[in-house]
């Protein structure tokens, strides 16, 4: 092979991998400007709109408090997250979808559901946080199994209390707004 055909394989070469890599920045930056541009949470580009949700601090928002009380009648906070070692965001929102009976209005909600709101005469008629006693109880149950039954640090009780924080940089955050207890 002669120089100057060494030097033209070089060339073509050389042009491949800049076609290649400016093909690899135009499929890495494209979808990232669109993200930007429509503001879509698909992922992986849903980070860019982590700041979005600030245009809404106005609006009151709820968070719930979950805690036990133990044998000794101590009571001891009970995050969700140590118990079923989900993330955070997950476990809270099994919560408000207990609370606000969201799992009813699912397109094939499970067949206890469709039993007990058939029971009250339909989903709209059941009453508020109709199936979160069950979900507290299996919390509950989930924090005594880890304990000897000789344990005085067993709960007796577990109780969710809502908060609402009505908004704004000086918005009251802590305002008591109802509370749920269940026995494990």
């Given at each position: 092979?002669?120089?100057?055909?060494?030097?033209?394989?070089?060339?073509?070469?050389?042009?491949r991998?800049?076609?290649?890599y400016?093909?690899?920045?135009?499929?890495?930056?494209?979808?990232?400007?669109?993200?930007?541009?429509?503001?879509?949470?698909?992922?992986?580009?849903?980070?860019?709109?982590?700041?979005?949700?600030?245009?809404?601090?106005?609006?009151?928002?709820?968070y719930y408090v979950?805690?036990?009380?133990?044998?000794?009648?101590?009571?001891?906070?009970?995050?969700?997250?140590?118990?079923?070692?989900?993330?955070?965001?997950?476990?809270?929102?099994?919560?408000?979808?207990?609370?606000?009976n969201?799992?009813?209005?699912?397109?094939?909600?499970?067949?206890?559901?469709?039993?007990?709101?058939?029971?009250?005469?339909?989903?709209?008629r059941?009453?508020?946080?109709?199936?979160?006693?069950?979900?507290?109880?299996?919390w509950?149950?989930?924090?005594?199994?880890?304990?000897?039954?000789?344990?005085?640090?067993?709960?007796?009780?577990?109780?969710?209390?809502?908060?609402?924080?009505?908004?704004?940089?000086?918005?009251?955050?802590?305002?008591?707004?109802?509370?749920?207890?269940?026995?494990?």
């Amino acid at each position: 092979m002669s120089e100057d055909e060494k030097v033209d394989d070089y060339k073509v070469e050389e042009r491949r991998a800049i076609v290649k890599y400016a093909t690899f920045t135009g499929a890495l930056f494209i979808p990232l400007l669109l993200s930007f541009i429509f503001t879509r949470d698909l992922y992986p580009f849903a980070a860019s709109t982590m700041m979005v949700g600030l245009r809404d601090i106005e609006r009151e928002r709820r968070y719930y408090v979950l805690r036990g009380e133990t044998v000794e009648g101590e009571t001891i906070d009970l995050p969700p997250i140590d118990l079923t070692n989900a993330l955070s965001g997950r476990s809270w929102s099994l919560v408000s979808t207990a609370v606000e009976n969201k799992s009813f209005n699912l397109r094939k909600p499970h067949p206890g559901n469709i039993s007990l709101a058939a029971a009250y005469g339909g989903a709209d008629r059941l009453p508020r946080a109709a199936r979160l006693e069950e979900l507290l109880r299996a919390w509950g149950g989930i924090y005594n199994s880890r304990l000897p039954t000789s344990s005085n640090q067993r709960l007796k009780s577990v109780k969710l209390d809502a908060y609402a924080w009505e908004g704004g940089i000086d918005g009251d955050f802590n305002r008591f707004v109802e509370s749920w207890s269940a026995l494990p």
